[in-house]
């Protein structure tokens, strides 16, 4: 299982961070990614990390205000948002894959409840 925390109401160019917390797998050894569906989109790939943390892969939209980052002890995944922006507003789910890292979100599963971010002035 996994579940997203962290998410709530903030003003343009100000940061959140969201965290993935999991469990009932072997955390290590998957890929865990961060997803986004604002309303009337489809779901989309934000940023994804590789099982031990070596790759990282960002959607073009985010990179170089959004971060990701894992902890294989905790068993956690977080999502550092900075600048944010009101297209970042969607609801933001993790998941996990076996495989390599990549931002195709129907590769992957461990689908939970996600966390409401908006982004308003």
């Known amino acids: 299982q996994l579940q997203a925390s962290g998410g709530g109401l903030v003003r343009p160019g100000r940061s959140l961070r969201l965290s993935c917390a999991t469990s009932?797998?072997?955390?290590?050894?998957?890929?865990v990614g961060w997803f986004r569906q604002a309303p009337g989109k489809e779901r989309e790939g934000v940023a994804v990390?590789?099982?031990?943390?070596?790759?990282?892969y960002y959607a073009d939209s985010v990179k170089g205000r959004f971060t990701i980052s894992r902890d294989n002890v905790k068993r956690t995944v977080n999502l550092q948002m900075n600048s944010l922006k009101a297209e970042d507003t969607a609801i933001y789910y993790c998941?996990?894959?076996?495989?390599?890292?990549?931002?195709?979100?129907?590769?992957?599963?461990?689908w939970g409840q996600g966390t409401q971010v908006t982004v308003s002035s």
């Open positions: 998941a996990r894959r076996l495989g390599g890292p990549v931002l195709r979100q129907e590769l992957y599963n461990g």
């Open positions: 009932g797998f072997t955390f290590d050894g998957y890929t």
């Open positions: 990390i590789a099982r031990r943390g070596g790759s990282t």
